[in-house]
């Protein structure tokens, strides 16, 4: 393990050069136009891992290509398998005039390096594989196999993943799944994370007139698709900060008092968390804590709303059409399927005969939650101890990693959630950075999981 260690000491300023070469790719999944950019990130990946000394082979589906590095296996040696599971595109970077500098153009300040998709999740799978790239490279044997799963489509919700798997269950008998794709409260409380929300996303869209129309002459004889769309959206939620569908609740699992007592022990203030999200006062759900209503309570969101004249200036218009595109966030035990047919009858129920509706139901993810005492993740607990020199903590997370309950299914397989993301990070918003002393500790973490999970499987 010496030389293990002392080469990660010797390559540090190499990792976030090549950190840096990773995050310049513009892989974002979301948007047709950066198809070849998801590509060239993937086949970058691809030759890195080989550099590395990985078997590597880019996989191309019905979306963007995934990923599969294999640690070299010893013939007639069967050692316990591991699954280390990450993505590789990035969230769309809008929007652009907010950014210091841009996007794709990494820019370290202090130790915050700068780009989209630094921290989500370019950073934290790639502090997996120098991990294993410091075994690889010092001939220090792995006491596990390994393979690396990462994918372009998390952030569009994984859609063609499921059946990669189910078509190479076999090769992924693993005993768990590693995934670094979610946060900590902050550097002296690295967490490992026993539950994520689920996710459903909607798109509702009214039709009014056949097309936009002078609002002097006509405004006031036909409804405004806009303004109909408002008041609809308004009425999904009540002043309570509770979901207003019919039946939304049926399946929520009540919080424990244990859980609610865990809550407690986050540790940050309101005032604090009021400050990071730059508000002056908090919205949630009347009966619940901020850390409660971000993790463990279900919410409906307005991620994007369109309609009418966005240019400068005025428009005096009806707008002919709206469109609102909504995520709903799901706790254990809501599913997703059950809950999106209680959300349309509730639109259509809620919709004027004034204007024509059409719903899409986009990607959806159920709800996630596992045991936290298991052998494996005590040992996970134990090095991110030795990595942070930090007692860990077991927190919840509000964001979703919807292939995760797929892991489950298709392989069979927990997943240890040891995220390596700080709250400032600005995932998904302008700005996203990732700390590189996390990077640092999230490499020494994952090369002392290699020794400790395979006595955690020989253990139980
Ligand atoms: N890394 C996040 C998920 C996350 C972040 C979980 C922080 C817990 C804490 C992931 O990349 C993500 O953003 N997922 C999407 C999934 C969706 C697009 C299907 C999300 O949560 O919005
Ligand atoms: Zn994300």
Not at 204 to 221: A, E, F, Q
Request: glycine fraction near 8%; proline fraction near 7%; aromatic fraction near 8%.
């Amino acid at each position: 393990m010496e030389a293990v260690l002392d080469y990660l000491k010797n390559n540090r300023e190499r990792f976030v050069r090549e950190l840096c070469d990773y995050v310049r790719f513009p892989s974002v999944s979301a948007q047709p136009q950066h198809r070849t950019d998801l590509v060239k990130c993937a086949e970058w990946l691809v030759n890195h891992c080989r550099g590395i000394g990985l078997e590597t082979t880019l996989y191309p589906t019905a979306g963007h290509p995934v990923v599969v590095a294999k640690t070299p296996r010893k013939a007639g040696k069967k050692k316990p398998h591991f699954m280390v599971y990450g993505h590789y595109d990035v969230q769309p970077p809008e929007p652009l005039e907010l950014w210091k500098t841009p996007p794709f153009e990494p820019r370290i300040e202090g130790t915050s390096l700068f780009a989209r998709g630094s921290s989500d999740n370019k950073g934290q799978n790639l502090a997996h594989l120098k991990a294993v790239e410091a075994y690889l490279k010092t001939g220090t044997e792995l006491p596990c196999d390994l393979t690396f799963v990462i994918e372009g489509e998390e952030e569009v919700g994984s859609k063609h993943l499921a059946q990669f798997l189910q078509q190479h269950r076999k090769e992924l008998d693993v005993e768990s799944v590693v995934v670094s794709d979610t946060g900590m409260p902050s550097k002296k409380f690295p967490a490992l994370t026993y539950a994520l929300r689920g996710i459903l996303a909607v798109e509702v869209r009214l039709d009014g007139p056949s097309r936009d129309l002078h609002s002097g002459i006509y405004g006031g004889t036909v409804d405004n698709p806009a303004m109909a769309l408002c008041q609809l959206i308004g009425k999904l939620r009540d002043k309570n900060g509770r979901v207003a569908v019919p039946g939304f609740y049926d399946d929520v699992e009540k919080l424990s008092a244990y859980e609610r007592k865990e809550f407690k022990r986050i540790p940050m203030s309101e005032g604090e968390y009021k400050k990071l999200m730059g508000v002056s006062k908090l919205f949630g759900e009347k009966g619940f804590t901020p850390f409660e209503q971000r993790a463990a309570r279900p919410t409906v969101e307005i991620n994007g709303l369109t309609s009418g004249y966005q240019g400068d200036g005025s428009k005096t218009i009806v707008p002919a059409w709206a469109r609102a595109k909504l995520t709903f966030r799901l706790v254990p035990n809501q599913n997703p399927t059950k809950v999106r047919a209680a959300i349309f009858k509730q639109l259509k129920k809620l919709c004027p005969p004034t204007v024509r509706m059409t719903i899409t139901a986009g990607h959806g993810g159920e709800p996630y939650i596992v045991s936290p005492t298991s052998p494996l993740a005590k040992a996970a607990l134990k090095t991110l101890k030795e990595a942070f020199r930090r007692e860990p903590i077991l927190i919840r997370e509000g964001g979703s990693i919807p292939i995760v309950t797929q892991f489950k299914k298709i392989l069979g397989a927990d997943t240890l959630l040891l995220g390596l993301a700080l709250p400032d990070d600005n995932a998904h918003s302008p700005n996203e950075k990732f700390d590189l002393d996390c990077f640092e500790k999230g490499i020494l973490m994952s090369t002392h999981l290699w020794q400790e999970l395979p006595k955690a499987v020989s253990a139980s």
